[in-house]
T-cell receptor, first 115, second 112 residues
Framework: GAVVSQHPSWVICKSGTSVKIECRSL??????MFWYRQFPKQSLMLMAT?????????EQGVEKDKFLINHASLTLSTLTVTSAHPEDSSFYIC???????????FGSGTRLTVV | SQQGEEDPQALSIQEGENATMNCSYK?????LQWYRQNSGRGLVHLIL?????REKHSGRLRVTLDTSKKSSSLLITASRAADTASYFC????????????FGQGTRLTINP
């Protein structure tokens, strides 16, 4: 079945630094990937839609200059949290849908802690 | 943006009992999906029910859909301790890239 690999699984960084999270579709091509953020005991909130070869589409209220998304190939999307602050600490999850399938495949998530 | 509400927000039952979770949504849909999330992990797709279906089964899972009430339910029969997880319903926003939007989720605890 479709597999999405997300890396790193956890990261701790200092305030003001930037962190990059990678999302790879291992056995299929994904022209579109999605990035979600999840706070403890809450649901997943869609942040942005990552489109291969074009600009990402951000949800209302999500700062595009803070959460940089790059989808340079059909199998890789990256999310960079720039100038991270403690309030950016969260669980970030990517997902992708293989063409012709209805279900979405999710990465295992990245736990970001900003200190 | 959230698509709708799920209830209960938390459910704790004994192993062997059945667990029922409900989900309501706001917009018209082509299908509704249920996902499971173990603590601190990614999501696993459980089952999809199309808008023209009323009920669907998969192993110990039974999903119903009532499009007139914009609601769905997930029933897990003969629950096991390993079923402890959070369960989310999700629908697809069709505009543009077909974004998957989640409900609030139900935290299910199965007590041995």
């Amino acid at each position: 079945g479709a597999v999405v690999s997300q890396h790193p699984s956890w990261v701790i960084c200092k305030s003001g630094t930037s962190v990059k999270i990678e999302c790879r579709s291992l056995d299929f091509q994904a022209t579109t990937m999605f990035w979600y953020r999840q706070f403890p005991k809450q649901s997943l909130m869609l942040m942005a839609t990552s489109n291969e070869g074009s600009k990402a589409t951000y949800e209302q209220g999500v700062e595009k200059d803070k959460f940089l998304i790059n989808h340079a190939s059909l199998t890789l999307s990256t999310l960079t949290v720039t100038s991270a602050h403690p309030e950016d600490s969260s669980f970030y999850i990517c997902s992708a849908r293989e063409g012709g399938r209805h279900g979405y495949t999710f990465g295992s998530g990245t736990r970001l802690t900003v200190v | 943006s959230q698509q709708g509400e799920e209830d209960p927000q938390a459910l704790s039952i004994q192993e062997g009992e059945n667990a029922t979770m409900n989900c309501s949504y706001k917009t018209s849909i082509n299908n509704l999906q249920w996902y499971r999330q173990n603590s601190g992990r990614g999501l696993v797709h459980l089952i999809l029910i199309r808008s023209n279906e009323r009920e669907k089964h998969s192993g110990r899972l039974r999903v119903t859909l009532d499009t007139s009430k914009k609601s769905s339910s997930l029933l897990i029969t003969a629950s096991r301790a390993a079923d402890t997880a959070s369960y989310f319903c999700a629908t697809i926003i069709i505009k543009g890239a077909q974004k998957l939007v989640f409900g609030q989720g139900t935290r299910l605890t199965i007590n041995p």
